[in-house]
């Protein structure tokens, strides 16, 4: 029996792969284009939407970048987290670890204290509003290694607000080890540390190898790749390391979900995870990306429990809170049957 949309959406579960930024949509796209007198080009929704024209990473990321001019002050950043985290709650997301792109700001003028303070605020509200969320801040991989250590120096007077350190933004030519260094020192420095290894890039596997053995990330985003070396799945069945796909995002910027990749995964036990990357360009929230995974590949109830369990599994919170949560997908399951 295929799996409802209802049961996907009540399911408790954790959201690890969430890019701030790809949740501006066009309606609060437009309101803060108009408030801080910025020219964007367009004046409504449907051309907003009609400006949604990308197959690739990289032509997503051309539309995707400067849809962030609109965002200038605290309010902005705030009022962006508490759109978001509202939606979560709606998809009964219980603990979130959010992306951002401090970069994609500060290189146009925007100071890294606009921009995390604000943040930060929406994170305050969404912890009263009942959902658990924290900030990952990620380099983006097209900038330079020196641009990446200048601005985690900036982090570093808020790293009580900074929970892990990501990688993100256009893979091509920008291997992880370009920014082996400042990952080391995050390390070191006792942040949480995953990386993009995005869908069929030019030596996906290569990027893959590194970012396990050298870099020594706790997770890998995207990175269902992986499949095409039966050693290197071996060694993140054996140390759990975490997978947080995104199954529509994947449908936009290559030409399917990678859902035979996943479900592959999953049966060999890999800590595959279900996450929803850019819901405002891809239109789907994280429960739509449940959905649409189970009903496409023909998942059980069973495989979307598993997956929920994984997010809270190989998210970063205590031990305690995982099994908290755990309890509570096995209570809604049992309630619902
Ligand atoms: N930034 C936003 N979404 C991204 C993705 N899927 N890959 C890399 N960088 C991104
Ligand atoms: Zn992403």
């Known amino acids: 029996m295929s799996v409802s949309k209802e049961f996907l959406y009540g399911l408790p579960k954790a959201e690890l792969h969430l890019h701030l930024e790809g949740t501006l949509e066009p309606e609060l796209k437009l309101r803060l284009a108009q408030k801080n007198g910025i020219d964007i080009g367009q004046t409504t929704i449907e051309q907003v939407k009609e400006s949604y024209q990308f197959d690739s990473l990289t032509s997503f990321l051309a539309v995707y970048y400067p849809a962030m001019n609109v965002l200038q002050d605290e309010d902005d950043f705030c009022d962006l987290a508490v759109d978001y985290l509202q ?19 500060t290189s146009r003028g925007v100071p890294f204290e606009t921009v995390i303070n604000g943040y930060y605020k929406g994170i305050e509200k969404g912890r009263e509003m009942g959902i658990d969320a924290h900030l990952i801040m990620c380099f983006l991989r097209d900038m330079t290694a020196d641009c990446a250590l200048k601005t985690y120096q900036k982090a570093l007077p808020y790293r009580d607000k900074i929970l892990g350190i990501g990688l993100d933004s256009d893979e091509r030519d920008n291997p992880p080890m370009k920014f082996a260094q400042v990952f080391e020192m995050a390390k070191k420095d006792g942040f949480h540390v995953t990386m993009h290894c995005d869908i069929d890039q030019q030596d996906s596997i290569g990027h893959i190898r590194d970012v396990l053995y050298k870099i020594g990330v706790e997770r890998i985003d995207h990175g269902t790749n992986i499949v095409e070396d039966p050693s290197l799945v071996d060694y993140v069945l054996a140390h759990k390391i975490g997978f947080t796909c995104c199954p529509v ?31 405002a360009y891809f239109q789907s929230y994280i429960s739509d990306d449940y959905y649409a995974l189970a009903t496409k590949y023909n998942l059980s109830k069973e495989d979307m429990i598993q997956i929920a369990k994984n997010s809270f599994e190989v998210s970063w919170i205590s031990d305690e809170a ?12 049992a309630s619902v049957e």
Request: hydrophobic residues 30%; proline residues 3%; charged residues 30%.
């Open 87 to 105: 939606k979560a709650k709606a998809h009964n997301v219980k603990h979130c670890e959010l992306f951002f792109d401090p970069q994609a700001h």
């Open 249 to 279: 995002s994947n449908s936009f910027v290559t030409s399917d979900m990678k859902g035979r990749e996943m479900t592959y995964l999953l049966q060999r036990g890999a800590k595959i995870t279900v996450n929803s990357d850019d819901p």
């Open 322 to 333: 995982k099994r908290k949560y755990i309890r509570m997908i096995d209570e809604y399951a």
